[in-house]
């Protein structure tokens, strides 16, 4: 059974640095694109950026390029989505999701990260 | 940038009526195309990949059609757990559309 389970939710400061993690489990976690999710309740959905595991092939949204860094593990198949210095405006849900291959649909999602950032 | 025009943002049906949200590209997309539900405190779900394809698991109820700049996902008949957020997006471009919320009328 395809499976991604996401580290828990965070409370930070505005200028903290911050890591979140997604670990894939069921399937060759090397053969797919991979993908992080911003969901801001009332804004939606939005792409950040993806990976391709395989080679650590890497894509950002220009919204997020500069923003963030997303990396991989392939010895313990997961990917992470790192901020260096985060702002109470990247205060959201945050969704990793695996791509079907030839696609950019998503077909297993994590259940979610609540990031929340507050002085 | 393709932006993808998600209507009506919120459409009201009873159950075992028909919904149909419609997502408007554009340009031109091909079959570039997917739609998912939301409920709330969940993960996104895949329902259609390539504007027609039912992914896998997912009741014959919900079905995807269109091409080019129109496309539309029906329900044929609203059941209970239909109700939810509805979100289209193309393979291209980073935003999803802005989604439909099906609430019960």
């Known amino acids: 059974e395809v499976q991604l389970v996401q580290s828990g939710a965070e409370v930070k400061k505005p200028g903290e640095s911050l890591k979140i993690s997604c670990k894939g489990s069921g399937y060759t976690f090397t053969n797919y694109w991979f993908g992080w999710v911003r969901h801001m309740p009332g804004i939606g959905l939005e792409w950040m950026g993806i990976?391709?595991?395989?080679?650590?092939?890497?894509r950002y949204s220009p919204s997020f390029q500069g923003q963030v860094a997303i990396s991989v593990d392939k010895s313990i198949s997961t990917a992470y989505l790192q901020w260096s210095s985060l702002k109470a405006s990247d205060t959201a849900i945050y969704y990793c999701?695996?791509?079907?291959?030839?696609?950019?649909?998503?077909?297993?999602w994590g259940q979610g990260t609540l990031v929340t950032v507050s002085s | 940038e393709i932006v993808l025009t998600q209507s009506p943002a919120t459409l009201s049906v009873s159950p075992g009526e028909r919904a149909t949200l419609s997502c408007r590209a554009s340009q031109s997309v091909s079959n570039t195309l997917a739609w998912y539900q939301q409920k709330p405190g969940q993960a996104p779900r895949l329902l259609i990949y390539?504007?027609?394809t039912r992914a896998t698991g997912i009741p014959a109820r919900f079905s995807g059609s269109g091409s080019g700049t129109e496309f539309t996902l029906t329900i044929s008949s609203l059941q209970s757990e239909d109700f939810a957020v509805y979100y289209c997006?193309?393979?291209?471009?980073?935003?999803f559309g802005g989604g439909t919320k099906v609430e019960m009328k």
């Open positions: 999701a695996r791509r079907l291959p030839g696609s950019a649909a998503a077909d297993y």
């Open positions: 997006q193309q393979y291209s471009t980073w935003p």
């Open positions: 390539g504007v027609s």
């Open positions: 990976i391709y595991p395989g080679n650590s092939e890497t």
